[in-house]
Each structure stands twice: as C-alpha cells, then as structure tokens.
C-alpha cells in the first residue's frame, strides 16, 4: 500500500532527488557519508531524510539479494484443472 505524499508538500528539489539516488544505489551510508558526497552539512542529510520520509516519499529501506539468493525470492503456486483421463500425461510431463 502506498501512501500518496500530501499536495501540500513541497516538490523534491534537485538536492533531494540526489540523495534519493544515492540512497537507491546504497541505502546503508552513513549520513555523514551522504552529505560529504552532496556536500552538505550532516544535519542538512538529517533533516532532508525526515522530511522525505514523512512526506512518504521515503517509505522504506530494504536489502537487495544477489547470486544464488536473488533467485529463490520469487515462489509461486499454479492449479490447473485437466480431465481424469489425462492426468497421468500432464503430470508426466510436468515432471
């Protein structure tokens, strides 16, 4: 469920768009890190993240899985329906 940000919060500014993006490619900096690369004071990060993250433009920080792992986050269950005298073929085939 997403929460629509309220119309009167202010529009993203091109420092808020950069942070979101650095957070995109590592959401696990420090804000130190984050202001010295936008080059800014640390409590401007501070305070730029509360905000984004009260407006709801931030909603959340997650871990990306990678390799092996990435590949048995998706798992899915289908039900078909096939006739009694074809079972044993589709099960054979599925298989």
């Not at 091109?14 to 979101?20: E, G, T, V």
């Not at 202001?35 to 993250?53: D, I, P, Q, S, Y």
């Amino acid at each position: 469920r997403v929460n629509p940000v309220p119309s009167s919060v202010a529009p993203p500014d091109d420092l808020d768009r950069r942070l979101i993006l650095l957070l995109q490619a590592n959401a696990r900096d420090s804000t130190a890190t984050l202001a010295r690369k936008l080059g800014v004071a640390r409590t401007t990060v501070v305070a730029r993240l509360a905000r984004l993250e009260a407006s709801g433009r931030i909603v959340g920080y997650t871990a990306r899985l990678g390799g092996d792992e990435a590949g048995r986050s998706v798992q899915a269950f289908v039900g078909i329906s096939v006739s009694p005298k074809a079972g044993r073929e589709v099960i054979k085939r599925l298989s």
